[in-house]
């Protein structure tokens, strides 16, 4: 059984920072190119950022120089750190593993506001 879990999520101020946390199983996690999307309210969900199993990345233009993506392959685990976070941040964010099918988690909020 695939599982991603995600954690991390929570209120911040702008100008603040959050690191979220996916963990994995059920997957042979180095295989898999694993990602963070969000959806906001009203919006379709987009890429954030992703990262291949030997570390490449790539990252939304919103995301750039604010947020990094990183992977622990020995724990199956992918972060997210965010900084410099703004209201428009604020959404649902959600793991994903993307390999010869695609897995999600269930999604942490994200909610930056004063």
């Known amino acids: 059984q695939v599982q991603l879990v995600e954690s991390g999520g929570g209120l911040v101020q702008p100008g603040g920072s959050l690191r979220l946390s996916c963990a994995a199983s059920?997957?042979?996690?180095?295989?898999?190119?694993m990602g963070w999307y969000r959806q906001a309210p009203g919006k379709q969900r987009e890429l954030v950022a992703n990262?291949?199993?030997?570390?490449?990345?790539n990252y939304a233009d919103s995301a750039k120089g604010r947020f990094t993506i990183s992977r622990d392959n020995g724990k199956n685990t992918v972060y997210l750190q965010m900084n410099s976070l703004e209201p428009e941040d604020t959404a649902v964010y959600y793991c994903?593993?993307?390999?010869?099918?695609?897995?999600w988690g269930q999604g942490t909020q994200v909610t930056v506001s004063s």
């Open positions: 994903s593993a993307r390999f010869r099918n695609d897995y």
């Open positions: 990262i291949r199993s030997g570390g490449a990345t």
């Open positions: 059920g997957i042979m996690f180095g295989l898999y190119v």
